[in-house]
């Protein structure tokens, strides 16, 4: 049966549910999503790139406004098709984030004059490695099609609309030292005790909290992996702690990797940069992103995590997350949403759409 664009969007909800979509399989949704809207959102220009599809007003309105969802999941787990209990619809997806990407699809469907122009982007392959990233792709071959005044990214957020995101970074510190045999420790040069110092300065760090546009965001410098030891009798000569820091966006990258460099400094080790992602600044004073939070009636908090918000923002568009679901059910065996915040992020979105 072809998806109901204009059905209620907790039915639509269920609808993608029920099509498996992991990452990498996504051409039957695509199909199908393609399909409803070229039948169902007269006035959209409808396009498709690999397994993304794409659709968009042109009605000369003085801003634009992009929907953009991914259409991937996680590997099921015996949670397809959906279950609707009581006011909780439960489902691979269902926070994560085809609740979403139903508000997006209906809205598009059901509003014949919008207050400003609408580009709907349904992406492919979100949940694995960033190179794979449907809407990396469509920036690099469709450029155009992702100007706009502000962009929502339909991931799970309780129904707050939470602005911006961190950036993070990942550096592993190694110390080097001496091997010898632990009878006989005072030749050796434990590595692996050197690191002790390296942990003193992390469990004193203290962490900034930055407010941006009314949002506060908390930063944090944690130890995430140790790694050192040969063997029961013998002192190491190397071992190694990764460091996380999640950083407020008012930092770049290059002031992100500065600062952990300053924090060990001194120390006798080296550090290495092993992943990086820039945070996204929130932009919520632009007149597009400030009529959003009027919409929601101010209901706004800082994003901590990274999400393809940060992709939009290096466009230099404001961004914000906003959909319905709880993001701490996303990939769980029991994942599920409350009908109750679908209708409610219909409702506001409608609203702002038409304003």
């Known amino acids: 049966m072809a998806l109901q664009l204009r059905a209620d969007p907790i039915a639509l909800t269920a609808a993608l549910v029920d099509i498996p979509s992991e990452s990498r399989h996504e051409q039957r949704i695509a199909d199908e999503i393609e399909a409803a809207l070229r039948d169902q959102a007269p006035g959209y220009e409808v396009i498709r790139n690999g397994d993304a599809v794409l659709a968009r007003t042109n009605l000369g309105r003085p801003s634009r406004v992009l929907l953009a969802g991914h259409t991937d999941t996680v590997p099921a787990a015996d949670n397809v098709p959906s279950r609707l209990d ?79 995101c961190q950036g993070t970074i990942r550096v592993v510190v190694r110390a080097s030292g001496t091997r010898a045999h632990s009878a006989r420790s005072w030749l050796g040069d434990n590595a692996i005790h050197k690191l002790g110092d390296v942990m003193t300065r992390l469990s004193s760090y203290e962490a900034r909290n930055v407010d941006i546009d009314g949002c506060t965001y908390r930063e944090g410098l944690s130890a995430v992996r140790v790694d050192g030891g040969i063997a029961g009798n013998v002192i190491p000569d190397a071992a190694s702690l990764t460091v996380n820091f999640r950083f407020a966006p008012d930092c770049t990258v290059d002031d992100a990797v500065g ?97």
């Open 259 to 355: 600062h952990v460099h300053d924090v060990f400094a001194g120390l006798d080790v080296d550090l290495e940069l092993t992943d990086s992602a820039a945070g996204a600044l929130p932009g919520l004073t632009k007149p597009a992103a400030a009529a959003l939070v009027a919409a929601a009636g101010g209901q706004v908090r800082a994003k901590y995590g990274w999400t393809d918000v940060a992709r939009f923002a290096a466009l230099g568009i404001p961004a914000v997350n906003y959909g319905p679901g709880d993001p701490n059910l996303a990939h769980r065996s029991d994942e599920n949403v409350d009908t109750a915040q679908i209708t409610a992020a219909t409702d506001m979105l409608r609203k702002y759409l038409l304003a």
């Open 86 to 164: 009581g006011d909780l619809l439960y489902g691979c997806g269902t926070s994560d984030m085809k609740s979403g990407d139903a508000v997006f699809l209906h809205l598009a469907a059901t509003i014949a004059e919008p207050a400003h122009d609408i580009t709907l982007v349904m992406y492919d392959c979100e949940e694995i490695e960033s190179s794979a990233n449907g809407l990396g792709r469509i920036e690099r071959e469709l450029p155009d099609w992702l100007q706009a005044d502000v962009a929502i990214l339909g991931e799970p957020s309780g129904g707050f609309i939470e602005a911006g």
